[in-house]
């Protein structure tokens, strides 16, 4: 059984920070990419950011110099650090891997339970 256990949202005013974790737990060979996206109200689940697991990064158009995406593979957790908080940031983020568990080569994909932000003032 894989678990995603996301943490860190909350409601922060403009401007603010806050990190997202999202820790990944079970019988785990291996993770490839791991992900963060965000749904709002009314809108589709888009992409926020991706690194590999060799560290490279990627970024929607509208975090790009304000989000931070990292992860510790040993730890099996990835991490978003979100600065610069704008209303339009306000969703839902879930975290997504894209992993191998113990005694399957086929890869598998799982989604977290998702943590809300709210930036308002």
């Known amino acids: 059984q894989v678990q995603l256990v996301e943490s860190g949202g909350g409601l922060v005013q403009p401007g603010g920070s806050l990190r997202l974790s999202c820790e990944v737990s079970?019988?785990?060979?291996?993770?490839?990419?791991m992900d963060w996206y965000r749904q709002a109200p009314g809108k589709q689940r888009e992409l926020v950011a991706d690194i590999t697991s060799g560290g490279r990064t990627n970024y929607a158009d509208s975090v790009k110099g304000r989000f931070t995406i990292s992860r510790d593979n040993a730890k099996k957790t990835v991490w978003l650090q979100m600065s610069s908080l704008k209303p339009e940031d306000t969703a839902v983020y879930y975290c997504?891997?894209?992993?191998?568990?113990?005694?399957?080569?086929?890869?598998?994909?799982?989604w977290g339970q998702g943590t809300q932000v709210t930036v308002s003032s």
């Open positions: 997504y891997v894209n992993l191998r568990r113990v005694g399957n080569f086929r890869s598998q994909e799982y």
């Open positions: 079970g019988e785990i060979f291996s993770i490839n990419v």
